[in-house]
C-alpha cells in the first residue's frame, strides 16, 4: 500500500506528473522537516493539497490515545488498513524526549513475559509505517524536538530487515535525527546483527538478554537455542569493533527467576568483556506471564552488584504502568476490539 511517508521523492514527483518539477520536493520536505500533513501545506495550490491526501493517505489511524505520568507518557494504539493495531510509546524527559516505536504488528519470538509475543505475529510493519509513527510524536511534541528513537516497541526489528534500514536512513537523512540517537533492539537474530555491522549506519544496538546462562535464556527467549549466548558474545564483539558503538544489555528483572546473586556474576562476566552498558529494567506483569518484578531493593542491590564488578548500569525508570505500558497490552486490547466490530 502507498502512503504518506512510504514514497521517496523520486515516487512523489511520478505521482505529481504534469505539476511543476519542485512541487514533489515541497511536498517530501514538508512532510518531513516541516512535521505538516498535506492540509497544512500552504505553500501549494489547495486542490492539489486534497489531491496529495488521496494519493499518498495516511497508514495509521488513531484509535486509542492514553496519556500518563502527569503529561510525560503518552501511548497511541494505531489501526492499520488490514486492522492490524500496533503502538507507539513517546516519552519526555528533562534532557531529552524518546519515542519508542513498532517494527511488526505483532512479534514470533515468543519470549515468555512479553505481552506482544503473547499474542502471535501478525506481520511486518512497511517502512512507511515505521517512519509514520516517529512523525506522529514528533508532530505531538512540536516545538519541542524529538532527541532519540528506540526500536523496542511490538516486534523483533531485526527479522523486519528490509523495511527496517530504509526507515533508518529516512530517520538519519531527511528527517534529520542523529543515527548515534536510534537505537534498534534484538533477542539476538546474530546473522542480521552482522549485517548491520556493514551497513554503516553508527545506530546503537540494544541486546535483549535477560539471562547470562544458556539453560535460562532458552526458557526467557527461545531464540537462544539457535543463537546461543557464545555465538551472540561474538555477533556482538564483531558490531563494537566496526562500528564503534557500545552495545547495551536489556535485562528484565524477574522476582527469584533472573534476580539472583548467581545471575549478577554471569551477567558481569558476560558483559564486562565486551564493555556493555546494562539497562536494568523492573518486570511490568502481564496476562500471560504473572512472575512479578523485583522488589526495588532488589533491583538497587543487582545494580550494585554489577557496579561493583566494574559494569556500567542503569536502572530504567518505569513509565506508563497506569497506561498499559508493557509492550502488547495496549494494542492486543484494541486488536479484540476491531475484531468484535467486524
Known amino acids: 500500500m502507498q502512503s504518506r511517508y512510504q514514497v521517496e521523492i523520486e515516487e512523489l514527483s511520478e505521482l505529481l506528473s504534469g505539476e511543476p518539477a519542485f512541487r514533489s520536493r515541497q511536498v517530501f520536505e514538508g512532510l518531513h522537516q516541516g512535521l505538516k500533513i498535506p492540509s497544512e501545506m500552504t505553500n501549494l495550490p489547495k486542490a492539489l493539497r486534497g489531491r496529495i491526501d488521496e494519493l499518498i493517505p495516511p497508514a495509521l489511524t488513531e ?30 524527559y528533562r534532557n531529552r524526549v524518546t519515542v519508542c516505536v513498532s517494527s511488526q504488528a505483532g512479534c514470533a519470538m515468543n519470549c515468555s513475559f512479553c505481552a506482544t509475543g503473547q499474542a502471535g505475529f501478525s506481520r511486518h510493519l512497511t517502512t512507511g509505517e515505521i517512519v509514520e509513527q516517529v512523525m506522529v510524536a514528533a508532530r505531538e511534541l512540536a516545538p519541542r524536538r524529538l532527541s532519540n528513537v528506540v526500536f523496542m516497541g511490538m516486534g523483533e526489528p531485526l527479522a523486519n530487515y528490509s523495511n527496517l534500514i530504509p526507515a533508518l536512513r529516512r530517520l538519519a537523512g531527511p528527517i534529520g535525527i542523529s543515527a548515534r540517537h536510534l537505537t534498534v533492539s534484538t533477542v539476538g537474530m546474530v546473522p542480521s ?25 532458552n526458557e526467557l527467549v527461545p531464540i537462544n537455542k539457535r543463537y546461543p549466548l557464545e555465538v551472540l558474545r561474538e555477533a556482538c564483539a ?11 544489555f536489556e535485562w528484565a528483572l524477574i522476582d527469584s527467576v533472573n534476580d539472583r546473586d548467581q545471575d549478577i556474576v554471569e551477567l558481569a562476566d558476560y558483559a564486562f568483556d565486551l564493555h556493555a552498558h546494562v539497562n536494568l529494567i523492573p518486570l511490568n506483569p502481564t496476562p500471560g506471564y504473572l512472575v512479578k518484578g523485583s522488589r526495588t531493593e532488589r533491583v538497587r542491590d543487582f545494580a550494585k552488584g554489577l557496579e561493583d564488578r566494574g559494569v556500567t548500569v542503569t536502572v530504567r525508570n518505569t513509565r506508563g504502568r497506569e497506561i498499559d505500558a508493557a509492550c502488547g497490552q495496549l494494542a492486543g486490547s484494541q486488536a479484540v476490539m476491531i475484531r468484535s466490530e467486524r
Open 63 to 92: 484509535r486509542v490515545k492514553l496519556v500518563g505520568d502527569k503529561g510525560a507518557t503518552t501511548k497511541w494504539a494505531f489501526a492499520l488498513h488490514d486492522g492490524a493495531v500496533i503502538e507507539t510509546v513517546l516519552m519526555e
Open 193 to 217: 546483527i552482522l549485517k548491520l555491522a556493514d551497513e554503516k549506519l553508527p545506530v546503537s544496538l540494544a541486546v535483549s538478554l535477560h539471562a547470562a546462562n544458556d539453560l535460562l535464556r
Open 238 to 248: 564483531e558490531y563494537f569493533d566496526k562500528t564503534h558503538r557500545r552495545i547495551s
